[in-house]
T-cell receptor
Framework: DQQVKQNSPSLSVQEGRISILNCDYT??????FLWYKKYPAEGPTFLIS?????DKNEDGRFTVFLNKSAKHLSLHIVPSQPGDSAVYFC??????????????FGKGTHLIIQP | DGGITQSPKYLFRKEGQNVTLSCEQN?????MYWYRQDPGQGLRLIYY???????QKGDIAEGYSVSREKKESFPLTVTSAQKNPTAFYLC????????????FGPGTRLTVL
């Protein structure tokens, strides 16, 4: 059963507009969430993260929102640029004993920025 | 210039052969990870190691083995017991403390013929 779900396989957004990527999770033990950007045949690149003690984290054009009661997070990209076209993965982690276990990933959303 | 290296970028093997994928990092990170990506899928955790000489199974460890004899290195062996080994393999590392992002290598595309 998928613990991290990205229900939109693809999303098309016009350049300059806002891109909103959504992610849902089911495991209540997750306490740290990350977004990664990935190009084909390359490793994922870290974008932004959020701890479960916060509900918002902002870094330049990227903002992540966390709604713990709904077990939902979203990534906002404003304004969207052509270079943002990539697959975006939502990931979650549960920290037991102080160490970092592996990440649980969603299946990804392919963001396409149209000129 | 710090980072994670994986070699080779592309690897071809005949069915029934074991193959070892290399992962090296010079970031002085304690924890290292192996993931597998299949088309249209997210990354799935194979094995991880939080300290030298210790490692744990991830979600899909069957048919794989690892070692962690040095902090910098975490090789993954894909054995003949792995039923569907053709995939994109990604190695990652993190300082090992809580709430740190994982840094990924460029990946190795393994094709079993």
């Amino acid at each position: 059963d998928q613990q991290v779900k990205q229900n939109s396989p693809s999303l098309s957004v016009q350049e300059g507009r806002i891109s909103i990527l959504n992610c849902d999770y089911t495991n209540s033990m997750f306490d740290y969430f990350l977004w990664y950007k990935k190009y084909p045949a390359e490793g994922p690149t870290f974008l932004i993260s959020i701890s479960s003690i916060k509900d918002k984290n902002e870094d330049g054009r990227f903002t992540v929102f966390l709604n713990k009661s709904a077990k939902h997070l979203s990534l906002h990209i404003v304004p969207s640029q052509p270079g943002d076209s990539a697959v975006y993965f939502c990931a979650a982690s549960a920290h037991s004993g102080g160490g970092a276990d592996g990440l649980t990933f969603g299946k990804g959303t392919h963001l396409i920025i149209q000129p | 210039d710090g980072g994670i290296t994986q070699s080779p970028k592309y690897l071809f093997r005949k069915e029934g052969q074991n193959v070892t994928l290399s992962c090296e990092q010079n970031l002085n990170h304690d924890a290292m990870y192996w993931y597998r990506q299949d088309p249209g899928q997210g990354l799935r955790l194979i094995y991880y190691s939080q300290i030298v000489n210790d490692f744990q199974k991830g979600d899909i460890a069957e048919g794989y083995s690892v070692s962690r004899e040095k902090k910098e290195s975490f090789p993954l062996t894909v054995t003949s017991a792995q039923k569907n080994p053709t995939a994109f393999y990604l190695c990652a590392s993190t300082p090992g403390n809580t709430y740190n992002e994982q840094f990924f290598g460029p990946g190795t595309r393994l094709t079993v013929l």
